[in-house]
């Protein structure tokens, strides 16, 4: 039997010799990860939580998991999503799924979290049916707390929240976010971002969020980076939006260190409209480029591009 | 000069050859601390905050610390106070604090943080002048964040935060915590417990709360170990009170685990009454051991002890 990594279309929970789809919930700190995917001879996400699948199960070589947000090394995450088809052996019951997670929770390492495992509704793509990826990046300029410092910036000068919010609004919405993205090859880099803003919480810590249909490569670490320099003061509020207009990446623009940053949900739309979702999804990956240039009205454009793998940070 | 770790009055903050006295605001992550007080051959925070200082200063061998709350290995703060005598060399300006700060901030190991450092107000002494410990138990029922597992308690059974929180009011007050306490000689556990109480924060972790006048070694530790016996449900919600009343260390009593407990925070009284507090501190020590039973009205009895050393947890 082949399993694919990429299957159209999830399994019917029964049946001799199907496949049962199961949605996976996931939180992890990534201070001691290469990222989340798959590198020869690196210490990876997905391949601590196949290798317990595949432990548990007794497949060899592991099924593969499809990820929502492919985070970058170091990125932590406390509402990550991925699914994995699994085959059955026949019978309504010939998945436990309870038990299945309680045994691939015990094998997974202390900085990997299983948060829940269930059978996916119909129509479930971790990938292809996701509508919005939600990040936080952590940063503070008062002295920092050492228990967060695995997830928390320090920030060495006085930041102005209110001046990196005022900047921030001027990112909102769908563009051409190439001054932001590491460039990949036939990827399109527009995207729809729907919050992008900075508070202080109750120890004095600065959380920006940053909610998208999805981010291209590096794009909230970039955009934190430009919310940084206008909030230390060294440009004005109005230069992140200049340099979003002006298309392509500028080298004062400074990437954010990836321990700051954690992604903490995947939305979905209703189940009912999972299957619809990704049929969208898929079928814009068939379509050329689009002109990054052309305002697209409605609805937003979630993955258009050719070779993107799930939503990189 | 002789530089006393117990000097009763602090040196003026001027003069010739005198002494200032600095409070010293601190937090720590204490995972990888054999706890605050120094031990030949391990690694504490008094010990590596005391070599940033005497490297700064150039003073061999390092002043003391004097600190409200001894923690034990394990255990965190992000609140925790000191003080320190340091030798002036004449004149208005002879210590410049805040140079001093920085430069001990840029000797500290990623794991301490000097949240402030100031010349202390007259009267003040860390340990004896305070009022009040806070401590702060994190525990969680439901599948922990990675990101926290060095200060949250992952307990594997769901917890009644409503019969914690109604067995935790029968320990509230002035009472003998011995049944609580872990025996030192010569030490009294009489201790005035203003608050436990525990809740459900926003992620689902249940936060315990502990203040009281000063706390016996073991005490905050056992009393949230009697607490997680009755919220899964194995004890009683009178069962901690009970315990109270025969006064003396039931095994069925855990000691939690250290990494769970972090000290948030000491208060002092106002300045103009922190030379009467310690004058009382003072005299109590030196007074025999009181009876444990007796009901001492008011006001709380903050150190007793002839040999306690700060506040340990």
New interface residues.
């Given amino acids: 039997m082949t399993i694919s990594n990429d299957a159209t279309e999830p399994a019917a929970p029964t049946g001799d010799g199907g496949l049962v789809r199961l949605r996976i919930d996931l939180?992890?700190?990534g201070t001691d990860f290469s990222g989340w995917a798959r590198q020869p001879g690196r210490r990876t996400v997905a391949e601590v939580v196949e290798t317990a699948l595949a432990t548990v199960l007794q497949f060899d070589p592991p099924l593969l998991l499809t990820v929502a947000g492919r985070t970058d090394a170091g990125v932590?995450a406390?509402g990550q999503v991925a699914h994995v088809d699994v085959p059955t052996l026949g019978g309504d019951d010939a998945i436990d799924v309870d038990r299945l997670a309680r045994r691939v929770?015990g094998l997974l390492p202390?900085?990997?979290?299983?948060?829940?495992m269930m059978i996916a509704p119909a129509g479930f793509d971790a990938r292809f049916a996701a509508i919005g990826r939600r990040y936080a990046y952590r940063v503070t300029d008062v002295?920092?707390?050492?228990?967060r410092?695995?997830?928390t910036l320090a920030w060495p000068r006085p930041l102005d929240v209110e001046a990196m919010n005022q900047a921030a609004k001027g990112l909102l919405g769908e563009h051409d976010f190439a001054a932001y993205c590491r460039p990949r090859a036939g990827a399109t880099t527009i995207r729809t971002l729907h919050d992008l803003s900075a508070a202080r919480d109750a120890d004095e810590v600065i959380v920006i969020s940053a909610v998208a249909d999805a981010f291209c490569h590096n794009q909230v670490r970039s955009m934190v980076g430009a919310l940084l320099t206008v909030g230390e003061g060294r440009r004005p509020s109005a230069w992140p939006a200049d340099l979003l207009r002006a298309g392509v990446r500028d080298p004062a623009v400074n990437v954010a260190p990836s321990h700051g940053l954690?992604l903490v949900a995947v939305d979905y739309p209703p189940d009912g409209e999972l299957a619809a979702r990704v049929a969208r999804t898929r079928q814009r990956r068939t379509l050329p480029d689009r002109s990054p240039s052309g305002a697209h009205p409605t609805p937003p454009h979630p993955v258009r591009a050719h070779n993107r793998r799930g939503s990189p940070s």
């Fill in positions: 939180s992890y700190d932590h406390t929770a202390a900085d990997v979290a299983l948060r829940a002295e920092p707390n050492p228990l410092r695995r997830d954690t």
